[in-house]
């Protein structure tokens, strides 16, 4: 064999050595990118619906809160206590997403989220007790609504 041959075969072999190094890493690579989107999508879902499930506990309780203020239904002070802390914490749980930022939701429904603190915040007439826990009843509704929207858009789903 002659050394133009040799230097021919060694070259093929790393050539070929070199693609197969290539293809490993290029599929290595695709895999790890995947697994980094599919566990940063996983994140994403389950802040929107840790946030939504709060909402959704607050729309409860303003629930609860106004059919007991009418006297439709009868909750005893220890219940009445009990609801509010949950309420409490789930209000805690908006206001730690909103914190949390556009870092793992979407810059709407962040700007969703703040809209609806501020609105809750300022949500008072004086006198009207009832009516302020309608209209928070009503503006949390409507912010689910608003981060169900944010969500299926954010995480690509129907």
Known sequence: MSTENTIALIVAGLAFTASIIGSVIAIYTARFNRFTLEKWWDRKSEAY?????????????????????????????????????????????ITK???????????????????????EDETFTAGDFIGDVERKHDYAQDCIQKLIKCAKKDLKIR
């Open 49 to 93: 619906t840790r946030i939504i499930e709060a909402l959704s506990d607050l729309v409860d309780y303003y629930e609860k809160v106004r059919l007991a203020e009418l006297g439709e239904i009868k909750v005893s002070d220890e219940k009445r206590r009990e609801i509010y802390e949950k309420s409490t914490q789930d209000y805690r749980a």
């Open 97 to 119: 997403a909103i914190n949390m930022g556009v870092f793992v939701i979407s810059e709407e429904a962040e700007e969703t989220l703040r809209n609806y603190r501020t609105i």
